[in-house]
């Protein structure tokens, strides 16, 4: 379409698992049902700004919510909704974001419950995933590929590895 300013009401995603979707709708119906302002990309005014969800093989999942205000008792009216509702949620989380740009590096990652992380597992090792780590986003696919580096590399033993430029490795 060549818009870059235009959300699509999409009813069902088929990149995330389960409850992914569900957390999606439900926040959208909230903020409909609540009259809360979505951010216009264009006049820089709105509330919701951006919605990350992250779920792990071993099924841990984190929320994060960019707000393009601050204005705290919607913050807190919304972040109590999603807590109540989703229970199940390992790290609920959010950002007030003003500035120009959508990214969050430079921004101040608050805590509503949870942890400030979740855990993926790819084989034997486990990670720690924060709201701001880079990490590859499909784990079945890494763990794959992770077990043709070990077959091709045919490691040994007392062979020095480095691990440069692949973020978590």
Same mark, same amino acid.
């Given at each position: 379409s060549g818009f870059y300013d235009k959300v699509i009401d999409l009813k069902n995603c088929y990149l995330q698992e389960e409850p992914a979707n569900k957390i999606r709708l439900q926040i959208n119906e909230f903020a409909k049902k609540n009259k809360l302002s979505y951010y216009d990309i264009r006049s820089h005014q709105g509330l919701l700004r951006n919605l990350l969800i992250r779920i792990t093989s071993i099924g841990e999942i984190m929320v994060l919510i960019q707000f393009g205000e601050n204005d705290k008792k919607n913050i807190d009216f919304i972040m109590t909704y999603i807590n109540k509702i989703f229970p199940e949620i390992s790290s609920l989380l959010y950002i007030i974001n003003t500035k120009l740009n959508d990214s969050i @590096? %430079? =921004?101040k990652v608050i805590r509503y419950s949870g942890n400030d992380y979740i855990i993926e597992k790819i084989d034997t090792l486990k990670f720690k995933i924060g709201a701001k780590t880079f990490f590859q986003t499909n784990s079945k696919q890494t763990e794959i590929?992770? =077990? !043709?580096? !070990?077959?091709?590399? !045919? @490691?040994?033993? %007392?062979d020095i590895i480095y691990d440069l430029y692949t973020g978590t490795g």
């Open positions: @590096f %430079d =921004q590929l992770y =077990q !043709k580096v !070990k077959e091709l590399a !045919k @490691f040994k033993k %007392d």
